[in-house]
């Protein structure tokens, strides 16, 4: 089997880019590098440059590949940035996608894993998350992932283009190997602020927010290990190549951690002394997260390895040790 990565060379897409090649398959990325990094595409992966916004670029890259099936990881993911600039996420998002599946369409590309998002969700009326909650999104970014989602199930109904979206919760860690890791300029995501400033990369993590419903007052979210959430990106595309039945997903660990949480486990695994403050909360952010991921446990086996915090912490510390400026290129 020949996969088509977008956005292979971002920090999911790059970890699911490597497992699929450790599992001897075939992989083709597509990126257009404006957040991924060329040294994380794995060795051997044929390379298309381009960008899902240019439909002919798309189109171009699946004829020269020919891929039997599409991992899509190629989005903008920053929850607080599409809160500002909503026009950019869903021109990127869902303007870009859709390009990429009348590409699949019309090149003959039946099978597509579709990366989604706990934000699908919004405020939950209830924890853990199903995947038959309510749908509410607090932010364009969430929107725009929901949105696609829809546009699937329609797709799909009149093309037979079959379907996985998998919704995330927040993913962290980095490839056990230490040879690729999480890479964001500028960083937003927690466990990354939090161990650059174990590094002495910033003063302090500012955590945002402490007057939440919450056990401490702090955000509460579900994390879930990068390897882990590739190794699920896999099974769902095996499955829904068996089966021929298109699917959706929840993938965390079933256990919330607050900000504050996070920031102990850190001291625990660096021995640093992190200092935090507290400030403002941020714009779209929703108190509490936490997936139920026992639908993809039930139907497809699903077995996190990495599920302890500690686990998912230490990976990503080695990542981020040995690379304190993350990659090269
Ligand atoms: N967060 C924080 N300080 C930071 C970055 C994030 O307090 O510098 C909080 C954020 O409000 C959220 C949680 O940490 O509750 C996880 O945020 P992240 O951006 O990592 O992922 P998201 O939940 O937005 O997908």
């Not at 002919?56 to 004829?63: E, G, L, Q, S, V």
């Not at 009348?102 to 998350?129: C, D, L, N, Q, W």
């Not at 095996?238 to 699917?247: A, L, M, N």
């Not at 900000?259 to 509490?288: F, M, N, Q, W, Y």
């Amino acid at each position: 089997m020949k996969v088509l990565v977008c956005g292979g060379a971002g920090y999911v897409g790059s970890h699911t880019a490597r497992e699929l090649s450790d599992r001897g398959r075939e992989v083709a990325v597509f990126d257009n590098l404006e957040k991924g990094h060329m040294s994380a595409v794995p060795k051997g992966a044929e390379f298309y440059r381009g960008d899902l916004r240019d439909y002919a670029a798309i189109d171009r890259a699946i004829a020269a590949a020919r891929p039997d099936a599409v991992i899509d990881f190629a989005a903008y993911s920053l929850v607080g940035e599409s809160v500002g600039e909503p026009i950019k996420y869903f021109e990127n998002n869902i303007g870009g996608t859709l390009n990429l599946l009348k590409a699949m369409i019309s090149r003959g590309v039946g099978h597509i894993v579709f990366s989604s998002t706990a934000a699908a969700y919004g405020e939950p009326e209830s924890v853990p998350i199903t995947e038959d909650a309510r749908t509410l999104p607090t932010n364009p970014y969430g929107e725009s992932k929901l949105c696609v989602e829809k546009m699937l199930k329609w797709i799909d109904r009149a093309h037979g283009l079959r379907y996985s979206v998998l919704r995330y919760f927040n993913v962290a860690g980095a490839h056990v190997s230490g040879e690729i890791g999480e890479d964001h300029e500028p960083e937003t995501h927690l466990i990354p602020i939090v161990l650059r400033a174990a590094l002495n990369r910033a003063e302090s993590v500012t955590v945002y927010g402490g007057d939440y419903d919450t056990p401490d007052g702090t955000c509460v979210r579900d994390y879930i290990h990068v390897t882990d959430l590739a190794d699920a990106h896999i099974l769902a595309l095996e499955d829904i190549r068996k089966r021929g039945v298109s699917t959706t997903y929840n993938l965390g660990n079933g256990k919330g951690f607050s900000v504050l949480e996070i920031l102990g486990a850190a001291r625990k695994v660096t021995g640093v002394d992190i200092k935090a403050v507290t400030g403002p909360r941020r714009a779209g952010d929703p108190s509490s997260l936490v997936a139920s991921s026992d639908r993809i446990i039930r139907e497809l086996g699903w077995q996190p390895k990495l599920f302890s915090l500690e686990k998912i912490i230490e990976t990503a510390w080695n990542w981020h040790k040995n690379n304190p400026d993350g990659f090269k290129d």
